[in-house]
């Protein structure tokens, strides 16, 4: 199972980002994916989910309106587009894969309901 992130850099306040991840398991189309991220000094973090049809998303609070989820299941790719970024924006950003079972509605929130993570790419947003 590989799941590989790409995409992060360094940009400027107010700049824009989009974030990579394939996901070599033939099972990527039932996969809830996801995203999350650790900041310097910073407890890891909730960014976006995305359930396995790509019918429904969920953003922490701090996203919404600025980053966007998205899929494509024909080339195994997720996809996290940041939009008006901000210093504390910067952190390593980790793409999660999940394909089981969840009997708790909000699942998708704990990083440890997931069952892969990728390697993580650094994401730096310079004031």
């Known amino acids: 199972v590989q799941l590989q992130a790409s995409g992060g850099g360094l940009v400027q306040a107010g700049g824009s980002l989009k974030l990579s991840c394939s996901y070599s398991?033939?099972?990527?189309?039932?996969?809830?994916m996801g995203w999350f991220r650790q900041g310097p000094g910073k407890e890891r973090e909730f960014v976006a989910s995305?359930?396995?049809?790509?019918?429904?998303?969920y953003y922490a609070d701090s996203e919404k309106g600025r980053f966007t989820i998205s899929r494509d299941n024909a080339k195994n790719l997720l996809y996290l587009q940041m939009n008006k970024l901000k210093p504390e924006d910067t952190a390593v950003y980790y793409c999660v894969a999940d394909s089981r079972l969840h009997t708790v509605s909000t699942w998708y929130l704990n990083g440890d309901e997931y069952e892969y993570w990728g390697q993580g790419t650094q994401v730096t947003v310079s004031s």
């Open positions: 995305i359930r396995g049809s790509g019918d429904r998303t």
């Open positions: 398991e033939h099972t990527f189309s039932r996969s809830a």
